[in-house]
């Protein structure tokens, strides 16, 4: 792929706020869109909740070194700003502490733009993490959840809606290539048989709108004003 030359920002998009539970949530939930707004001039700030590793029932360890993934998914796009909270895997809580953390770094970076899970997502650490965001940005204009990864039956009777779309087709690659760096995640959810999914999943999206890949999103709030070049005050 041609290397992306950064625009001046022409939009009120100036400062993108991303938050994800574990290492690989926004490669897999909107990296594309990460993608775009950075050639939009927009400075990307990454927040990831949890890098502790995650143990399961049988007591097998995985994602040993989250942190490092972290900053290895950032590296794909060239994210500087990455944010690594101290909660621990399968424990991030809703509370005043997740909240607080949170809304510290909103204000920190003036978001224009927060991106996070859907609350409907049926693992604990990602609907947890979206009520804290919602939570500490409820004075923020511009909230939107991403798509919860495929296959999963939501907690409540009402499903994903994908009202808003972002057309990724130029950034589809590097998205593919980001979900890749995290071999940990790659080899336990089952490697190529696995990952095909991802790009499936873009080009379905892709479809809906006439666009060879995409990403969707569900708006908590969305100020339309604040998409559109800004207009010189009239005399």
């Given at each position: ?29 909107c990296f594309g869109t990460l993608a775009l707004f950075r050639d939009l001039g ?55 502490e997740s909240i607080q953390a949170l809304n510290r770094v909103f204000d920190d ?96 999206r892709g479809a809906e709108i006439r666009a060879a890949a995409a990403e969707a ?19």
């Amino acid at each position: 792929m041609a290397e992306h030359q950064k625009a001046a920002p022409t939009h009120g998009i100036l400062s993108v706020v991303a938050v994800g539970a574990h290492a690989d949530d926004l490669e897999v939930g909107c990296f594309g869109t990460l993608a775009l707004f950075r050639d939009l001039g927009a400075t990307i700030t990454a927040v990831v909740m949890t890098t502790t590793p995650s143990v399961d029932h049988f007591g097998k360890v995985f994602r040993p070194e989250g942190a490092k993934d972290a900053r290895e998914g950032a590296k794909v796009l060239g994210i500087d700003d990455t944010v690594l909270l101290p909660f621990r895997n399968n424990e991030v809580p809703y509370s005043r502490e997740s909240i607080q953390a949170l809304n510290r770094v909103f204000d920190d970076r003036r978001a224009d733009l927060i991106l996070t899970h859907w609350v409907g997502d049926n693992q604990q650490d990602h609907q947890n993490t979206a009520n804290s965001v919602i939570s500490a940005a409820r004075h923020y204009h511009n909230i939107w959840m991403f798509e919860p990864p495929p296959g999963r039956p939501p907690v409540s009777t009402t499903p994903f809606r994908p009202l808003l779309y972002v057309d990724i087709s130029a950034y589809l690659e590097m998205k593919l290539r980001a979900i890749a760096s995290h071999k940990g995640e790659y080899e336990r959810l089952g490697g190529d048989k696995f990952f095909a999914q991802w790009e499936w999943r873009a080009r379905l999206r892709g479809a809906e709108i006439r666009a060879a890949a995409a990403e969707a999103f569900e708006p908590v709030k969305l100020l339309a004003n604040s998409l559109l070049p800004s207009l010189e005050p009239k005399g």
